[in-house]
């Protein structure tokens, strides 16, 4: 038995509950979860904008401690610190085969006859993005994990495990800022705070902000931003231009995951320049974007996860905070226990946080 915060309906509370987890086979590994990150993809569920068929934990952005490992797992060990990632990969379809881990097509699950992870009276449980964070312990897949120093705290950690990986790799792995270039990011929550450190590290020289909270924008200068831009004051489109010549950037990042947000981000590009929508669009929303304009060469694309090989990126986004380029304690606005959990959603409805991180004894 474990506890967990349930998703039972959408537009319900979470509610806090005894649910079983079950025992590690093959490469699984169980971990006991240190820290997790609340993030607006869980929001996205709870409010309906995106289907979610059963009972289930939430919470994807984590990391813990190995409990104990399946017998076929060679990576991590009992006592390991690890970060879990959304991007578990089998390690053998095309996508895996030519080096794109996180477009797998084969993700690992158990079979039938293995039984669920999770169940409650004998029901099963989904986990969601096979994590489910927003509980005590988490059953993983040993793709879907990497170790990481003892000494590393956990929040920073878990922040890594998906909003720090999807927002600075959109700004290096999916966009490809180049040095001297400019840049704007729509949403300062915490995967825009990680794409704008994402064109920092990439030497980007010019940074706008764009969001309707000042002290956001306060955070995302404090984080790289040269420059903020309201969107409650007036078409942040405009405002853009005004601050680049008239031209428009040459990367634009939509890091909410609004229809309005990715159609103005491509509006923000100048001749030759990229859009790249990182936010989840509700399902059943089109971006629509003037055809004539592609004779500009301008383009628009999605980034998934930042387009990771996470066990890779990970410690290297854990090295670039050592070395003070990547800040992530100004990114962990609150903490809190699990109990509080719909609280935090609350808050991250208001934009009162960069992000909340659930922390566990």
């Given at each position: ?72 797992v060679?990576e ?11 991007s ?106 990680s ?21 956001k ?17 007036g ?5 853009i ?67 990771n ?11 670039f ?23 935090a ?15 566990f004894?």
């Amino acid at each position: 038995m474990t506890k967990a915060a349930v998703f039972n309906a959408v537009q319900e509370p979470l509610t806090i509950e005894e649910i079983d987890i079950a025992q590690p086979v093959d490469r699984e590994v169980l971990v006991r979860t240190a820290a997790s990150g609340v993030c607006h993809s869980d929001l996205h569920f709870i409010e309906g904008l995106y289907p979610m068929p059963n009972r289930a934990i939430l919470g994807h952005e984590a990391a813990g401690v190995v409990e104990a490992v399946g017998p076929n797992v060679t990576e991590v060990a009992p006592g390991d610190h690890v970060i879990a990632c959304l991007s578990v990969y089998c390690g053998q379809c095309d996508y895996c085969l030519t080096g794109r881990t996180h477009l797998c097509s084969n993700r690992p699950a158990r079979t039938a006859e293995q039984g669920p992870r999770l169940s409650q009276d004998g029901n099963m449980l989904t986990q969601f993005a096979s994590i489910g964070s927003y509980a005590e312990q988490m059953l993983l897949h040993e793709n879907g994990v990497v170790k990481i120093d003892k000494d590393f705290p956990f929040a920073q950690a878990a922040l890594i495990g998906c909003g720090v990986t999807t927002g600075v790799g959109a700004a290096l792995k999916t966009a490809k800022v180049t040095p001297g270039s400019t840049v704007a990011v729509f949403g300062a929550g915490g995967v825009g705070l990680s794409a704008i450190q994402g064109a920092r590290i990439a030497g980007a020289r010019k940074i706008i902000a764009v969001d309707m909270v000042e002290h956001k924008l306060q955070t995302a200068r404090e984080l790289g931003a040269t420059d903020g831009v309201d969107a409650s004051l007036g078409d942040p489109v405009d405002q853009i231009r005004e601050l680049t010549d008239g031209q428009g950037v040459d990367f634009a990042f939509e890091a909410i995951g609004l229809k309005v947000a990715a159609e103005q981000a491509w509006q923000a590009i100048r001749a030759g320049g990229t859009a790249t929508v990182i936010g989840m669009i509700p399902i059943g929303q089109n971006v629509e974007i003037p055809g004539n304009e592609f004779l500009r060469e301008k383009k628009i694309q999605g980034s998934s996860m930042g387009s990771n090989s996470f066990k890779v990126d990970m410690p290297q986004y854990i090295e670039f905070y050592r070395q003070g380029r990547l800040k992530l304690d100004e990114m962990v606005t609150k903490t809190r226990p699990l109990e509080e959990i719909n609280e935090a959603f609350a808050d991250m409805k208001s934009g009162s946080v960069a992000r909340t991180v659930l922390m566990f004894d």
